[in-house]
C-alpha cells in the first residue's frame, strides 16, 4: 500500500518543480523530502525520479503517480469535509471552479440565492476553462465546475454532468459589416481558448475558408476592443455577451448549434447537502 506521506511528497515535487520548493511548501527539510522519494521507489518498484544537472525531474512512471497521487489526496481532503459537515462539526464550504463568462453572468445570481438560504456556508470560487476546472474536480479542489463543450465532448472518466443549457453563438464584426461567416473569409480573425478555436475554426471550414488567426485572447471584453477596433472578426458565445457588451460591435447569430454549458461532479451521487444545494441553484438561474 502507498504510504500518503511520500504520496503528498512526490505531488509537491512535481506541483513545484524543484525538491527544493516542495521541502519549504511542506516544511520539510530537504534530506527528507529526498528519504521519502527514495522509500517511495522501493515500495512502488519504479523509478519515480531521475537527477537533471543539480535537479531532479519525473520519470513517466513519475508522473503518472503524482497525477494520481493528487487525485487520491484531494479525494482524501474532500472525504474529510465531507465528514466534518456531516458529523456537525462546522457548517462546511463549497468550492466552485467556473469559466470567466460564466462567473461573470449567471453564477453570482446562484451564488447570491446560495448565500441567502445558507449564510454559515463558506462559498468559494476559483477562475478556470474547463480542463482545468476539471482537474481541480480530481484534484479535490473545487466540489462543482461550470464547463462547457461544442457538442462533441465525451462525458470525462468519473466525472458526472447535468446540462443546464445550450447557448447560442454570434457572429462579431463592426456595425455596419453584419453578413454572412463567408463575407469574411479573407478579413483577420480573432480566436480564444483551444476548444473556442476548434468551433471556429470548424465553422470556418464548413464555410469554405481557413480563418487568418491574427489575435488570440480569452478576454472577452479585450476581444470585443479589437472587433470595434477593427483588428479583426470572431465568435462569441451568448454568455460572453451578457457578461459585456461593447456598443461598437454588432452580431449576427449563426446557425448550427451552439456551446453545451453543464455543471461536473466528481464520483457517485449523492452529493454533500451543501454541493446539492448549490447545484440546485445553478439549475434554476439558468
Not at 23 to 51: D, F, I, K, N
Not at 124 to 148: H, K
Not at 215 to 226: E, G, H, M, R
Request: net charge negative; aromatic share 6%; proline share 6%.
Amino acid at each position: 500500500m502507498l504510504d500518503l506521506t511520500r504520496l503528498r511528497v512526490l505531488v509537491a515535487v512535481a506541483r513545484h518543480g524543484t525538491v527544493t520548493a516542495a521541502a519549504e511548501a511542506l516544511h520539510y527539510a530537504q534530506p527528507s523530502v529526498s528519504h521519502h522519494l527514495a522509500r517511495l521507489e522501493v515500495e512502488t518498484g519504479a523509478q519515480l525520479v531521475q537527477r537533471v544537472g543539480r535537479g531532479v525531474r519525473l520519470t513517466p512512471a513519475g508522473m503518472l503517480l503524482a497525477e494520481r497521487g493528487e487525485e487520491i489526496l484531494g479525494r482524501l481532503a474532500a472525504a474529510e469535509e465531507e465528514l466534518a459537515e456531516h458529523s456537525g462539526l462546522r457548517a462546511g464550504r463549497v468550492r466552485l471552479a467556473a469559466f470567466p463568462s460564466a462567473l461573470g453572468s449567471f453564477v453570482p445570481l446562484a451564488a447570491a440565492r446560495f448565500t441567502q438560504d445558507h449564510p454559515d456556508v463558506e462559498l468559494q470560487f476559483v477562475e478556470a476553462e474547463p480542463p482545468s476546472a476539471l482537474q481541480l474536480l480530481r484534484s479535490g479542489d473545487a466540489d462543482l465546475a461550470v464547463v462547457f463543450d461544442y457538442g462533441t465532448a465525451s462525458e470525462p472518466d468519473a466525472v458526472r454532468l447535468t446540462p443546464l443549457f445550450t447557448e447560442g453563438l454570434h457572429l462579431v464584426t463592426q456595425p455596419g459589416r453584419e453578413g454572412k461567416l463567408v463575407d469574411f473569409a479573407k478579413a483577420r480573425w480573432i480566436a480564444g481558448c483551444e476548444r473556442c478555436r476548434e468551433s471556429l475554426v470548424h465553422r470556418c471550414a464548413a464555410a469554405g475558408f481557413t480563418p487568418d488567426i491574427a489575435f488570440t485572447t480569452d478576454d472577452y471584453v479585450a476581444v470585443q476592443a479589437l472587433v470595434a477596433a477593427g483588428l479583426g472578426v470572431t465568435i462569441l458565445p451568448d454568455l460572453a455577451l451578457r457578461a459585456h457588451r461593447s456598443p461598437a460591435v454588432a452580431t449576427v447569430p449563426l446557425e448550427g448549434g451552439g456551446r453545451r454549458v453543464s455543471v461536473a461532479a466528481y464520483g457517485t451521487p449523492p452529493d454533500p447537502p451543501a454541493t446539492a444545494r448549490l447545484l440546485e441553484f445553478l439549475r434554476t438561474v439558468t
